[in-house]
Nanobody, 115 residues
Framework: QAQLVESGGGLVQPGGSLRLSCAAS????????MGWYRQAPGKQRELVAI???????NYADSVKGRFTISRDNTKNTMILQMNSLKPEDTAVYYC?????????WGQGTQVTVSS
């Protein structure tokens, strides 16, 4: 099993930046596909970005060019660098790890973009 803990959320003004971290424990981190998802009030959870065990990345169109996903397998950590934040980026951000039928989620961290 894997345990995931997110950190780094908070309140930021439009145009600002935040760096989210996902710390993983309890399993072999490097073999999992990792991803960031978000859920805004009244909306379904949506994919933000994913990164495979070979560091292949994919982004939602809404965040391309603004967000960067990365992972450090030596530290069992995944990062989401978020720049040029917009009010519509406001949501709870979740970390996800997946390998085959095994799927794990973190508890989420709130990101609020507001002036």
């Amino acid at each position: 099993q894997a345990q995931l803990v997110e950190s780094g959320g908070g309140l930021v003004q439009p145009g600002g930046s935040l760096r989210l971290s996902c710390a993983a424990s309890g399993s072999v981190f490097s073999i999992y596909v990792m991803g960031w998802y978000r859920q805004a009030p009244g909306k379904q959870r949506e994919l933000v970005a994913i990164i495979t065990s070979r560091n292949t990345t994919n982004y939602a169109d809404s965040v391309k060019g603004r967000f960067t996903i990365s992972r450090d397998n030596t530290k069992n950590t995944m990062i989401l660098q978020m720049n040029s934040l917009k009010p519509e980026d406001t949501a709870v951000y979740y970390c996800k790890a997946a390998r085959g039928a095994s799927v794990y989620w973190g508890q989420g961290t709130q990101v609020t973009v507001s002036s």
